[in-house]
């Protein structure tokens, strides 16, 4: 069947129905179960950035920005997961293709998440390295097929390179560490190696990815090869907080709808002289999330380009990605508070909504001091 943004959009609601109707569940369960990780690989979100020489779609930031969102509306953190799955991915280009081959080797829909945080550390051995460490919050882990880590390795001069390497999941040894008041789904548990052999083919520079170099250049379609991690990190992380912000709107929507209607009863003290306040809330918190999610159109265009965005528009969109979840928040928290008693229900999906939304602007890819540095300094 061919590969259309109906199709893809389609796909994504009927996660979202699924994830709604399992999110109590899940954030018992602390992950995902399966069959969300299937049907999040039926709809192609494993293979959106493979190459398309391994059978992959090659996908682009702003498809996931229009269907990772509609899964977060129902569920943050199964639409965390997608857009991690789906993300992770392009990290490869940055490894030979002989690695490249190996991951994909049984097909487009391999199973990839990446820490590209120097938890390990790594020595040499022949033409490869063994590598031990400890990397925390690897969302979606349980349901991997490859790891990819960073390590620190001893240079020439006596100081220190950080390399990526991928390995299979089944040398990784798992410890439940991932217990969080937000995005409990997640499965963000840790990731252990000690003393694994990771071959040359599957290890690569952590600057080459950053600066959005790819092992071979001619290989790799521009969305995979030219657009620097700082540029597109942010959006990854956001478009599931869109989502939520989008969700906590529509039922905060829906209870102010049912004051509204109560206002029109004789005997419900208050409820009138609270409509205009309602309406302000309601207004300004709409539109808060629509400018958010203009805003992350412009981030998602640039990391599409087919050019190399320049230090300036990195900067820009690093900025931009911590602005706009500090803005979801605002608005999340705003209309939590108009929504009472009635939202704090326990097992109810507001208080989830409210809690994975300032859960998620919380990750370190998301902070404002760091981005307006950066911005400050490239201006």
């Known amino acids: 069947m061919q590969d259309t943004p109906e199709r893809r959009l389609a796909a994504a609601r009927s996660i979202a129905r699924q994830a709604g109707e ?3 569940e899940t954030d018992r369960a602390r992950r995902i179960g399966p069959d969300a990780v299937k049907a999040i690989a039926e709809a192609g979100f ?8 391994f059978g992959g779609r090659a996908g682009g930031f702003g498809e996931l920005l229009d269907t990772v969102p509609v899964i977060g509306a129902a569920c943050p953190a199964t639409a965390w997961c997608a857009s991690l799955f789906a993300g992770s991915p392009r990290f490869l280009s940055f490894f030979p293709e002989e690695g ?3 991951v994909w080797a049984d097909g487009p829909d391999a199973a990839v998440i990446a820490s590209v945080i120097p938890f390990g ?5 022949g033409d490869g390295l063994r590598v031990t460490g400890r990397w925390p919050y690897m969302s979606g882990i349980d349901h991997a097929d490859w790891v990819i880590v960073c390590a620190k390795v001893p240079a020439a001069d006596g100081g220190q390179r950080l390399l990526l390497a991928v390995v299979p999941r089944s040398q990784c040894r798992v410890e439940d560490t991932w217990s969080s008041v937000g995005m409990r789904g997640t499965g963000s548990n840790t990731a252990v190696l000690e003393d694994v052999f990771v071959p040359a083919a599957r290890i690569a520079d952590r600057a080459a990815a950053f600066a959005g170099r790819p ?3 001619a290989a790799v379609p521009p969305v995979a090869g030219l657009a620097p991690l700082p540029a597109v990190n942010g959006l990854t992380f956001v478009a599931p907080a869109l989502g939520a912000a989008r969700g906590t709107l529509a039922l905060v929507t829906e209870a102010l709808g049912g004051r509204r209607r109560a206002a029109a009863v004789p005997g419900i003290p208050g409820a009138a002289g609270n409509q205009a306040s309602y309406d302000m809330l309601l207004a300004r918190s709409a ?10 159109g412009r981030v998602a265009e640039l990391a599409d380009a087919d050019r190399a965005p320049t230090p300036t528009e990195t900067a820009r969109n690093v900025r931009d990605s911590a602005f706009v979840v500090d803005t979801l928040v ?3 928290n705003r209309l939590y508070r108009a929504a009472g008693t009635s939202g704090q229900v ?5 208080q989830r909504l409210w809690r994975d939304v300032n859960a998620i602007a919380t990750h370190q890819a998301l902070q404002f001091e760091p981005a307006a540095r950066l911005f400050a300094q490239t201006r």
């Open 287 to 296: 539109a808060e999330i629509d400018a958010a999610g203009l805003l992350l």
């Open 100 to 102: 490249q081959a190996q």
């Open 330 to 332: 605002t608005a999340v």
């Open 346 to 350: 326990a097992d109810g999906p507001l």
């Open 22 to 24: 399992l999110a109590e």
């Open 121 to 125: 550390e790594a020595v040499p051995e």
């Open 46 to 53: 494993m293979r959106h950035f493979t190459p398309v020489r």
């Open 215 to 217: 092992a071979d250049p």
